[in-house]
């Protein structure tokens, strides 16, 4: 997605991730004036009966929960761009930098990168 697209009442600032069930951007949402993150399913996921009901049930399973370590939905929707959720914005460090990091202070995993060839 380019910056500035919309979807919806949401305008695209910058990708901050990817994963398996698409891709998440900053976007602003343009009625509450609000920084959100939006996690957006691919059109060929979305066409696979599966992948979109996995979609739904993460939406489902997530709004369900009320917990300060875990992220609000406000909502899943569907444009003529295709389907996202609307969550929470949380500005910060991944879970996957501290593993990284961790990992990479152990010689064992350093070894082994080194072994196979990823610069350190």
């Known amino acids: 997605m380019?910056?500035?697209?919309?979807?919806?009442?949401?305008?695209i600032r910058s990708?901050?991730?990817?994963?398996?069930?698409?891709?998440?951007?900053?976007?602003?949402?343009?009625?509450?004036?609000?920084?959100?993150?939006?996690k957006i399913l691919p059109a060929e996921l979305a066409g696979n009966t599966d992948r979109m009901q996995r979609f739904v049930q993460e939406a489902k399973?997530?709004?369900?929960l009320?917990?300060?370590?875990?992220?609000?939905i406000y909502e899943i929707d569907e444009t003529e761009s295709?389907?996202?959720?609307?969550?929470?914005?949380?500005?910060?460090e991944t879970?996957?930098?501290?593993?990284?990091?961790?990992?990479r202070s152990d010689s064992r995993f350093t070894d082994l990168m080194r072994r196979i060839g990823f610069p350190q």
Do not use: C, W
């Not at 380019?2 to 979807?7: H, K």
């Not at 399973?61 to 369900?64: D, H, K, P, Q, W």
């Not at 009320?66 to 609000?72: E, G």
């Open 2 to 11: 380019i910056d500035g697209t919309r979807l919806g009442r949401y305008e």
């Open 15 to 38: 990708k901050i991730g990817e994963g398996g069930m698409g891709e998440v951007y900053l976007a602003q949402d343009t009625k509450l004036d609000r920084k959100v993150a939006l």
């Open 61 to 64: 399973a997530a709004s369900a």
């Open 66 to 72: 009320n917990h300060p370590n875990i992220i609000t």
């Open 82 to 92: 295709g389907h996202f959720i609307a969550t929470e914005f949380i500005d910060g």
């Open 95 to 103: 879970l996957r930098d501290p593993m990284v990091d961790s990992l």
